[in-house]
């Protein structure tokens, strides 16, 4: 009996150790879902990995567009004395590289005018601006624009590198591969209309960036003129002798008019000079 009992014991003891072996050969460790096969160790590490970086839309430092403005300004203002005003702006511009571009002047009885077109830079645009209507007496007018031409400069010149790159190609062909006269000739052709197309975008980009560069401020001035009226001492004769001239000036216009007025009506005159007379032989 006992020994049934000790076999008993053996035989338990040797299935508890085969399902604890099972057991540690499972497929699926501790903690993990039998139905998906993945551990919680799996899903740590899942959570510590960072997704990958979504790009930037925005433009690179290196891919902005520096703005291209053209800034002008027109002023009119009152001043004591122009040309000590003129020599004033003289001063002012000299040292920053600005200067007078066009000088008008116009004189009335009334006023003397001078207009001034003027080119600074464009970094000293509004302090040039600010220091001129300080110069002034009155400031009757200002305004400023500014335009963005940014737009434009940059297609011109897109425009232009790809002209470029055209010409390059046709001066290739012309170089190596055109055998012909009549291919030669066509080849050049292209190049110089191509030519001609370069050298009108380049010019526009050189007068953009000129205008950007230097702003320009139309500057009117103008200075009131007293008009001062003369009076004359006249003396009795003076005014006698006047007077007599008035008076035989209108004594001549109104006989010249009576002797109008007689002319005008001559047959009527003659009409009654002949009644006359012939009444006056009857008698």
């Avoid at 302090?127 to 007018?141: A, C, F, N, R």
């Avoid at 200002?142 to 001066?171: A, F, G, H, P, S």
């Amino acid at each position: 009996m006992y020994t049934k009992y000790i076999l008993f014991v053996l035989l338990a003891s040797q299935l508890l150790f085969f399902a604890c072996e099972a057991g540690e050969a499972s497929p699926y460790p501790q903690n993990s879902d039998p139905t998906t096969g993945s551990s919680t160790h799996q899903q740590v590490l899942a959570q510590e990995v960072p997704d990958p970086a979504v790009p930037s839309t925005l433009l690179d430092e290196s891919e902005m567009v520096e703005p291209v403005l053209i800034r002008t300004a027109n002023c009119r203002m009152e001043v004591e004395n122009i040309e000590s005003e003129i020599d004033q702006v003289e001063h002012l511009l000299t040292p920053r590289q600005g200067y007078i571009a066009n000088l008008t002047w116009r004189n009335s009885t009334q006023q003397r005018e001078a207009t001034l077109t003027l080119r600074v830079p464009a970094q000293h645009f509004s302090w040039t601006l600010d220091t001129l209507t300080k110069l002034g007496k009155v400031i009757d007018s200002q305004d400023i624009n500014t335009q963005d031409v940014t737009e434009e400069y940059v297609d011109i010149q897109n425009r232009l590198d790809t002209k470029k790159v055209v010409r390059d190609r046709y001066e290739a062909i012309l170089r190596g591969r055109a055998k012909t006269i009549d291919e030669i000739l066509q080849t050049e052709k292209q190049l110089l209309q191509i030519q001609e197309e370069i050298e009108a975008k380049e010019g526009r980009l050189r007068y953009l960036s000129q205008r950007a560069v230097m702003s320009t401020i139309t500057l009117e001035l103008y200075e009131k003129v007293e008009v001062v009226v003369a009076q004359v001492e006249v003396s009795g004769w003076q005014e006698f002798r006047g007077q007599a001239v008035d008076r035989l000036s209108y004594s001549i216009a109104v006989g010249k008019e009576i002797l109008l007025g007689l002319l005008s009506i001559w047959p009527l005159v003659l009409l009654s000079l002949w009644f006359y007379l012939r009444r006056k032989s009857v008698w």
